[in-house]
């Protein structure tokens, strides 16, 4: 990678601004490469892990959920936020079946997505899952979710008009194309004993 030194800030005071169950929201203010200062705003978050679960016959796994901060019901790959302490792939195995009741025989970690990298420290884990089982789902206390099924052409062709909007699950199926043409790999692992 290029020399970066010329690009970076550096911290002159970390504050505070905001703290809420799942929010922590910082006011730093920075040191910029020709020494002037700015504040820069951004929500630190724990992170969160999103699944790509593939059916037998190639179909996926989905859910529709009323997403309040954009007024919608959305579209979506299962995801959730990593519990303090808890490893990405074991909150890949978590969410998958608390969302969907689905538990995976293979697991193959894709890579991370960064969503928001002007606002937010939020990193997303793309884990694909293969090999399911149908089970019964166990949603947290205040989580309504539809569970649906697409094909990956469906999934496409809603994307390309727009009705799918959310930025985890558009990677998520960027990642699968690349994937299945043999562009992008994908190291399978046994799903873990529980």
């Known amino acids: 990678m290029a020399d970066e030194a010329h690009l970076k800030e550096t911290l002159v005071h970390a504050a505070a601004a905001w703290r809420g169950r799942l929010l922590d929201v910082r006011c730093d203010t920075v040191a910029l490469p020709d020494g002037t200062q700015a504040t820069r705003e951004y929500i630190v978050h724990p992170g969160a892990v999103m699944v790509v679960p593939l059916l037998a016959d190639g179909r996926l796994v989905m859910e529709r959920q009323y997403r309040h901060p954009v007024g919608r019901v959305m579209l979506e790959f299962p995801a959730g936020k990593i519990d303090p302490g808890e490893a990405p792939f074991t909150c890949a195995v978590r969410e998958l079946a608390e969302e969907t009741g689905y538990r995976a025989a293979e697991w193959a970690r894709a890579g991370i997505l960064h969503n928001a990298v002007g606002y937010s420290t939020e990193g997303i884990e793309i884990w694909f899952a293969r090999g399911l089982d149908a089970g019964a789902a166990q949603l947290d206390a205040g989580e309504v979710l539809e569970t649906v099924v697409h094909s990956a052409s469906e999934l496409d062709a809603l994307a390309a008009r727009g009705e799918v909007t959310d930025a985890k699950t558009l990677i ?11 562009q992008w790999p994908l190291t399978w692992q046994p799903a873990p004993v529980l």
């Open 172 to 182: 998520g199926l960027l990642w699968l194309q690349k994937w299945q043409s043999g």
